[in-house]
Every structure is written in C-alpha cells, then in structure tokens.
C-alpha cells in the first residue's frame, strides 16, 4: 500500500508543478472536458498533493525487522562411563610341593632380601617326614626388630601352609644372616630355626594368635646367640 501512495504523491507532484508553472495549460485540459473548476479549486487540489508528497517523502521508512536466531540449547557430550576397577586375580599356588614351598615363603616375604644381592629362599628340602626352607632374613637396624620381623613373617607362612596343605607333616623354617665369626670372617649362619608340625598347627587359633608367643607354641624353636646379645 505505501509504495502505491508513493507513486501517485510524485504524479499529483508534477500536476502542481504544471498548475504553478502554466495554469492556462491545465485549466485549457478542464475545459476541454467542460468540468466547471475554477482556478481556485485547482489551485487548492495541487497544494493538497504537494503537502501529500512532502509528508510521504519525509515519512520514515520502515527498517526490516530482524528475525531472532533460534537458541539451540547446547547439546550436551556424553561422558564415557568409568571404567570398572580391575581386579588383580589371587595368585593360583603351585599344585607339586616343590614349587609350592617356595612360593608361599615369596608371597608372604618377597622374592629377595633387603641384603644386597641375596634371594629371599635359598634352598628346600622336601622329604615323607618333612619340609625345611632355607630363607635369608632381613636386616633391620636392632636384633629386637630383625627377631619381630623373623616371628611376624613365620607365623604367616606356618598358617598359611597349614590352611592350604595336607601333605606337609612337619615345616622347618631356617632364617639366615650375615655373621662375622671370631676371625673377622662373615658368612650366612642362621639365626632362628623354627619348626611346627601339623598336630601342633591344629592347636593353634590363627585368627587371634600374636606372633611373639611362637617361640613357645613351636614344636621346635632355636635361637643364635647372635640375637641375644
């Protein structure tokens, strides 16, 4: 509608341009058609068409409307699921008797000792009437303590073997340390010797047993005078 106002305000423009310039051309036109219009009338109609051309070029022009993007809610990552914790599977112990007393002496103190260069077992016998595991200790910084830690790991290993096995009748442990002799020579002696039979293991209630009493509840108990001094 506003741009058809607009074209026929420029036409009545022109006509009063025409009427001011020669207003014999125009009224000549009227009276050709023999329409009585005075010049007046004329006049006032081209005035009016000038005041409708001002107002339309002076009216302000309508500014496209911007059309508000769309907000798209932010699409959310999926956060990958945790990953479930591993599980480390128990050690499986080695069915023959052989295998089997090392393992356990390694699983309850380690495969070395804290001595430079030495292995936790050094040797094992196995026989009908028993199983003797040679092993070196650690050295700690008193005897009280190399003689707790000695007590604390045996008293381990004896419930263990005693839990897990049928075969073993009679378990020697022989701890080892390095001992200077009266020459100044060093060499690996042991120092406790333990032994416990499976009779004597069943007296015994693990679960509330302390290990500094099994010195008393070993079948078997031998201590080098190393420790005492």
């Known amino acids: 509608m506003t741009p058809f ?3 026929l305000s ?3 423009f022109f ?3 025409i009427v001011t310039i020669n207003p014999k051309f125009f009224l000549g036109l009227v009276t050709k058609k023999q329409l009585n219009v005075s010049r007046k009338h ?3 109609a081209a005035g009016l068409s000038f005041i409708l051309f001002v107002v339309m070029v002076m009216q302000p022009t309508e500014e496209p409307k911007e059309v508000p993007a769309e907000v798209t809610s932010p699409v959310q990552e ?3 699921e945790a990953a479930p914790a591993t599980v480390e599977p128990k050690p499986i112990a080695p069915i023959m008797l052989n295998d089997y007393a090392p393992w356990i002496v390694e699983q309850v103190a380690g495969v070395n000792s804290n001595i430079e260069g030495q292995k936790r077992v050094r ?3 196995v026989s009908e009437q028993s199983v003797f595991i040679d092993i070196t200790a650690d050295d700690n910084f008193t005897k009280s303590t190399v003689k707790s830690d000695i007590l604390d790991k045996s008293t381990q ?3 263990r073997v005693f839990n897990e096995r049928q075969d073993v009748p009679k378990l020697f442990l022989s701890w080892n340390l390095p001992l200077n002799d009266v020459q100044g020579n060093t060499s690996m002696d042991p120092v406790i010797v333990i032994s416990l039979t499976a009779e004597d293991a069943k007296k015994i209630n693990w679960d509330n047993f302390t290990y500094s009493n099994l ?3 070993a079948s078997s108990y031998t201590e080098h005078a190393a420790l005492r001094q």
Do not use: R
């Open 5 to 7: 106002i607009g074209v």
């Open 10 to 12: 420029v036409l009545l």
């Open 15 to 17: 006509v009063f341009l």
């Open 42 to 44: 004329t006049l006032l």
């Open 78 to 80: 999926e956060k990958p």
């Open 123 to 125: 040797s094992v016998e």
């Open 157 to 159: 290993i004896f419930k």
């Open 215 to 217: 010195p008393a509840a």
